[in-house]
């Protein structure tokens, strides 16, 4: 398999590289997810103070009933948007972590 130490170094070379290339794909990734994590939180937080504002100069209480439905309606959609995006980007992370190591896999297993 090895015919010398020098061909030992360049494995352990490459093998380093891709490492180095998987971590930084989870890097962005992770990077992006707090991102995302943050805008959706302060989102939620401003949604949530107009929703009290409202809620507090409501005349009636259908009135008061009604924006809380529209608030909670919002904030499922919002939940369901965010949860779906966390996903895709979890996903995505993943695969690019992944893909340097497709390369080094086909060679071991030949």
């Known amino acids: 398999m090895f015919t010398g130490f020098d061909d030992l170094q360049k ?6 590289e891709v ?3 998987s971590a930084d794909a989870v890097t962005k990734g992770l ?3 707090a991102a995302r994590t943050a805008e959706y939180a302060r989102h939620s937080l401003e949604s949530g103070a107009k929703a009290l504002e ?4 409501a005349p009636s209480l259908d009135e008061a009933v009604e924006v809380q439905s529209a608030y909670l309606r919002g904030a499922y ?3 369901v948007t965010q949860a779906t995006k966390v996903g895709e980007i979890v996903t995505a992370m993943a695969r ?5 190591y497709e390369g080094l896999l086909g060679r071991v297993t030949r």
Not at 11 to 16: A, C, K, T, Y
Not at 96 to 100: E, M, S, T, V
Request: hydrophobic share 40%.
């Open 96 to 100: 690019d972590a992944y893909k340097p």
């Open 54 to 57: 409202q809620l507090v100069g």
């Open 19 to 21: 490492a180095v290339k």
């Open 77 to 79: 959609e919002g939940y």
């Open 11 to 16: 494995v352990g070379r490459e093998n380093f």
């Open 31 to 33: 990077g992006l997810l």
